[in-house]
């Protein structure tokens, strides 16, 4: 699937309609959203390194990001339990490296859908060791601190009479 749509909800709902087609084995997404303020490749990769760095939650995952093909490791950590990788083309986060659980893969791209001009969000972190993704691990997850941070940070996909729509509480980065 290929295109610009208007928002994160028409992108996941279209990927889930493709996805409940009869005989559909696999989907390449290629589907972007529509930046409400579109900015420059640089500005959105160092607002999403930015964010990645105040986190607390990743207070011991060592942060690089890509810039005209170096990568710069812009907080190494000596005793790092991950690390993320970040590199922006055209409004497209990509993001790639190894975090200690699902719950550090999610908020990292919670944070990078947060910042103004992200289009797409490329998920290309590992994590170390494995985990079982489920429903439940997203409620009972036993990283309490990302959980609160994601909590405290979240946004809301409300299906109410299959409306989509996006409520979101705490700042916007």
């Known amino acids: 699937m290929e295109g610009e749509l208007a ?4 992108k996941k709902l279209a990927l889930e309609r493709a996805a409940a087609v009869l005989g ?3 989907i390449i997404d290629r589907l972007h959203v529509t930046p409400a303020e579109r900015q420059e490749d640089g500005l959105i990769r160092n607002l999403v390194r930015d964010a990645l760095i105040a986190e607390p939650a990743f207070a011991e995952i060592s942060i690089g990001i890509w810039d005209r093909g170096t990568l710069e490791m812009v907080r190494p950590v000596d005793t790092a339990r991950g690390a993320i990788e970040l590199r922006v083309e055209n409004g497209v986060v ?3 490296g190894e975090v200690p659980g699902l719950d550090y893969k999610r908020l990292a791209g919670l944070l990078a ?3 103004p001009g992200s289009r797409d969000v490329i998920n290309g972190l590992g994590v170390t060791p494995p985990e079982q993704d489920s429903d439940a691990a997203m409620t009972e997850s036993p990283t309490r601190g990302v959980r609160e941070s ?3 940070r979240a946004t809301v996909l409300d299906r109410a009479a299959g409306a989509c729509t996006w409520q979101r509480f705490g700042p916007r980065l």
């Open 7 to 10: 928002d994160i909800a028409a």
């Open 24 to 26: 559909v084995t696999h």
């Open 94 to 96: 990509t993001r790639a």
């Open 113 to 115: 859908w947060w910042v």
């Open 150 to 152: 994601i909590a405290s």
